[in-house]
């Protein structure tokens, strides 16, 4: 069975980084659409960033410059490292997969992460 | 950007009955629109891909149907369990882009 299992999440101060992980079993990372997404307190779902099976990345204009994806196969993990953080990245943040297309058949539990001084 | 807009954002019914979420994107998706239902505290649950295609183990009850620009979620009968936000996501383009949601209240 897939499972996706995040971690890293908690409190940080404007302008501080964090990174998540996001451990993967029942798959390979290195064979799917791995994305971020997130969701802000009582809010709706925004994508953040994906990494191709191929190894190319993509982000929403909200965190370019700011945040990167990355993967680690000897692992079979995904990472976000987040640099610069402001109140409005403050969110649930979701690690989610799919091998088929840029969509989201499989997710974590999500983590929180909280920005604020 | 694409963007993507649902209606309603709140639908109050009762189970039974048979209701429908429409979705709007800014710009033709084709059929890269994909549903989600999420529950409170719980991560998001894909229902139904490329525009119609229900995924394993959903209920027979959820339908989806669309192209182009306008797309449908449609409950059938609404059971106790389908109380929930639906949302919906294109994945015609980069930033996938999701609709606002629409939450389903009991009446």
């Known amino acids: 069975d897939v499972q996706l299992v995040e971690s890293g999440g908690g409190l940080v101060q404007p302008g501080g980084s964090l990174r998540l992980s996001c451990a993967a079993s029942?798959?390979?990372?290195?064979?799917?659409?791995m994305s971020w997404v997130r969701q802000s307190p009582g809010k709706g779902l925004e994508w953040v960033s994906v990494?191709?099976?191929?190894?190319?990345?993509y982000y929403a204009d909200s965190v370019k410059g700011r945040f990167t994806i990355s993967r680690d196969t000897s692992k079979n993990a995904l990472y976000l490292q987040m640099d610069g953080l402001t109140a409005e990245d403050t969110a649930i943040y979701y690690c989610?997969?799919?091998?088929?297309?840029?969509?989201?058949?499989?997710w974590g539990q999500g983590t929180l992460v909280t920005v604020s001084s | 950007d694409i963007q993507m807009t649902q209606s309603p954002s709140t639908l109050s019914a009762s189970v039974g009955d048979r209701v429908t979420i429409t979705c709007r994107a800014s710009?033709?998706?084709?059929?890269?629109l994909a549903w989600y239902q999420q529950k409170p505290g719980k991560a998001p649950n894909l229902l139904i891909s490329?525009?119609?295609a229900l995924e394993s183990g959903v209920p027979s009850r959820f339908s989806g149907r669309g192209s182009g620009t306008e797309f449908t979620l449609t409950i059938s009968s609404l059971q106790p369990d389908d109380f929930a936000t639906y949302y919906c996501?294109?994945?015609?383009?980069?930033?996938?882009?999701f609709g606002g949601g629409t939450k389903v209240e009991i009446k």
């Open positions: 029942g798959f390979t990372v290195i064979s799917n659409f």
């Open positions: 490329k525009a119609s």
């Open positions: 996501q294109q994945y015609d383009d980069r930033p996938l882009t």
């Open positions: 989610a997969t799919d091998v088929r297309n840029l969509m989201f058949q499989h």
């Open positions: 710009q033709s998706i084709s059929v890269w």
């Open positions: 990494v191709y099976s191929g190894g190319k990345t």
